[in-house]
């Protein structure tokens, strides 16, 4: 499914069972060998698929680190995402010559657990069309879409410019093309003041998940960075 959000030169990869037999490469290994047994076998599975969008491009397989904040490190040249849920684990990879970052996150496709919990993680002119959209298509879990979509935001924004909270982007969504949009608000030059760059991503529900992706491709060489000037050779 993950794919069906994805283009070239990105390549995506899912899995709807968890991998027990996988060998994981040392390094990961030794971040794997205190986990409980259901842990360890989202860890492995969720590698499993990045290591299958490795071989899409013609790469070897290679192992996947974390990071200080837990999120994944790519290996050298290059860039991309991890998610999963309940039943599903996917991955997307691309060459960081081309992509500058990727988020990808997946959700069941049932309201949030807690109503207390929209306020927290949404601004409101997003529980406005959150709302609407919950009377008019009730097949769709927005308020889950809504968190799913800030989600991939902040992974694909995370290695570019550091951690956001929920209040820095704001998302509307196009019910019926299957995208959505966020202004994301970034720090200034220096960390001085915030400025804002508009974002894409496309997002899908079906046999009961969501998922949602966004992919910030490099841009060309005569064409100006929305990230500020101190990233612009990350990856």
Known sequence: MIEELLSEPVAGA??????????????EEAWAAPMA???????????????????????????ILRGPAGEPVWPSGLTGSMTHTRGYHAAAVAPSRNILAIGVD??????????????????????????????????????????SAK??????CFPVVGPLGFDDALVTVDPLAGTFRARVRLPGPGGRGSRSTRLMGRW????????????????????????????????
């Open 14 to 27: 899912d899995s709807f069972d968890t991998v027990q037999d996988t060998a994981l490469f040392p390094e």
């Open 106 to 147: 997946a959700e069941p496709n049932q309201r949030l657990r807690n109503a207390d919990m929209l306020p927290l993680v949404s601004l409101a002119a997003e529980r406005a069309w959150v709302e609407a959209l919950l009377v008019r298509r009730p097949e769709v879990s927005w308020d889950r879409l809504l968190f």
């Open 204 to 235: 899908l529900a079906r046999d009961g998940l969501i998922l949602t992706a966004m992919v910030l491709r490099r841009p060309r060489r005569r064409r100006p960075s929305p990230f500020p000037p101190q990233v612009r050779g990350f990856g």
């Open 37 to 63: 047994t259901a842990r360890r076998a989202k860890f492995t599975t969720i590698r499993d698929c990045a290591r299958q969008g490795m071989v899409r491009l013609g790469l070897p397989p290679a192992p």
């Open 151 to 156: 989600e991939s935001v902040y992974k694909a």
